[in-house]
């Protein structure tokens, strides 16, 4: 790493349909090229229509690289360049490599804004980044975080949002509301691959819960595609009725597998568990995502500087 050249930020997200027309070809790209099914298609756009169109996972990405940008300016003059690219919408990872080669960064450090690592989902970031370097005539070196999710400062902030959600709760409800941690579902098929995806999850449900003080709390996932091999559970919709039939009447969601209001948020949770929670007369809340708050990007810059430290 030379002295006089600034190391390179690539914060990375995992992309977002700017508009309507957008979510063809969003969903093919996931799809590594396979276009959706009509069904599917319109099952996806009318999820877009009922949270408005789009989410807010491209302008909040930017805003913490923005805000990164500006906070690693002020303690280190210089010292560091930010960019900011998207797994499966623009800008994708392999336009913005060729961008920082040309303005001749030497070493980048790549952060995935997702907390906890899986073969099958983090992996793609480092994969997409590698063939783009490749392909260069100026070689980068990469450094790829691949997971923050023990970081004290990420378990600190999600213990803080838990607590300010559980004081929001009615006085009747105090010290009887469920708190339900919650991440993406994936394949099954990772179990059989030792895949750490799950494993720290629950370490970090565990760990939170631990912080908070909590005598229990609960684990599920959400947002499972609909193909025919089964994915991780017990889905979040399915839990509530366990929960119910349980005696919980009052559920505090926590998405701890992620960091802002995504599709996964506003429809997942704001719209399907929120109408079972209904149908059930459960009391169902959400605490509030980390999104761009400055406590996020201070994580950020945390665990991009724990990077660089490593750097030979």
């Known amino acids: 790493m030379s002295e006089n050249t600034p190391t390179g930020i690539l914060v990375m997200a995992y992309g977002t349909p700017e508009t309507i027309a957008d979510v063809e070809p969003y969903y093919t790209h996931i799809r590594g090229g396979r276009k959706p099914s009509p069904e599917q298609l319109a099952d996806l756009i009318e ?80 994969t997409y980044a590698e063939q783009a370097i490749t392909k260069l005539e100026r070689p980068i070196r990469f450094h790829f975080v691949e997971h923050w999710h023990d970081h004290p400062l990420f378990r600190a902030l999600i213990t803080d949002r838990i607590r300010e959600a559980l004081r929001a709760f009615p006085p009747e409800a105090q010290g009887q509301v469920t708190v339900l941690f919650s991440a993406h579902s994936l394949p099954e098929k990772i179990m059989r691959m030792d895949d750490p995806y799950a494993d720290q999850l629950r370490e970090s449900a565990a760990a939170i819960a631990r912080l908070v003080g909590l005598d229990d709390h609960r684990f599920c996932f959400q947002s499972a595609a609909p193909t025919p091999e089964p994915w991780l559970g017990p889905d979040i919709v399915d839990y509530l009725q366990t929960l119910h039939d349980q005696g919980s009447r009052s559920v505090l969601i926590v998405p701890v597998g992620f960091w802002s209001d995504p599709s996964e948020a506003l429809w997942d949770i704001d719209t399907e568990a929120q109408a079972k929670a209904h149908e059930l007369g459960i009391t169902l809340r959400r605490i509030r995502m980390p999104n761009a708050d400055p406590e996020f990007v201070e994580l950020i810059q945390a665990v991009a500087l724990d990077q660089v430290q490593q750097l030979p």
């Open 47 to 126: 999820r877009y229509r009922r949270v408005g169109g789009q989410t807010p996972l491209y302008h909040l990405t930017l805003a913490v690289a923005e805000q990164l940008q500006a906070r690693l300016e002020r303690d280190h003059p210089g010292a560091y360049r930010v960019y900011l690219a998207m797994k499966h919408w623009h800008p994708y990872i392999g336009e913005v490599l060729p961008q920082i080669a040309a303005d001749g960064i030497e070493d980048v450090v790549g952060v995935v804004l997702a907390p906890h690592y899986s073969r099958y989902s983090l992996e793609g970031y480092r």
